[in-house]
């Protein structure tokens, strides 16, 4: 809430700010309203905060204005303020280990193969989806779609971004899988009431 609030005093662009966190506003209430019957691990509920923490800068500065990427432009001699990568790759990373717990809970998907591949390909299709709706937006908007799309005439900005998204997920799923089934265990074999 702290770094709601801060993000919505004198944001960049209102509209952007608007753009930017209501997809977090949005996965609050739904945690809220099934934090009851469908309670996450701990390093869930922790990606989803950080992924909001990540959206919310996003929409306070926009994308292609966040002062530390700006330094790191300079610094490192970029072309663009790369802070959208990061939001793209939270974008796979995040999705990807929710996804995960509600497979392994709901035992939908047996084989592990299969689990990585439905979670990448959904992960994928999410950010592809993403990518429309930032279209759908420009068209419907026009020029005042340009800080909600950050492209910054990066001609590659809508295929790097799902490139992004798929590095994430890969990422999560290969660097959390043991920590978040030890979660896991510990979490189904607590006092939580699981469905």
Known sequence: MLFLVWSGINPKDQF???????????????????????????????LILIHCVILMIGGHY??????LFDYFKELFGFTRNNY???????QGFVPALILREIIL??????????????IVSFCV???????????WVAVVTGDNAESFLG??????????????????????????????DRQLVKFLTGDCTLN
Request: proline letters at 3%; charged letters at 15%.
């Open 16 to 46: 952007t700010w608007f753009l930017e966190v209501i997809p977090a506003v949005v996965g609050a209430l739904v945690l809220a309203f099934t934090y009851k019957s469908f309670r996450l691990t701990p390093l869930v509920y922790i």
């Open 62 to 67: 926009t994308y292609a204005e966040v002062p």
């Open 84 to 90: 959208d990568k990061v939001g793209h790759f939270a």
């Open 105 to 118: 809970r709901k035992h939908l998907i047996n084989s592990k193969g299969w689990q990585v591949f439905f």
């Open 125 to 135: 299709a999410f950010s592809a989806f993403y990518e429309m709706i930032e279209w």
């Open 151 to 180: 492209t910054q005439g990066y001609l590659w900005d809508t295929q790097s971004d799902m490139a992004f998204a798929l590095i994430g997920a890969l990422t999560a799923l290969t660097a959390l899988n043991k920590l978040h």
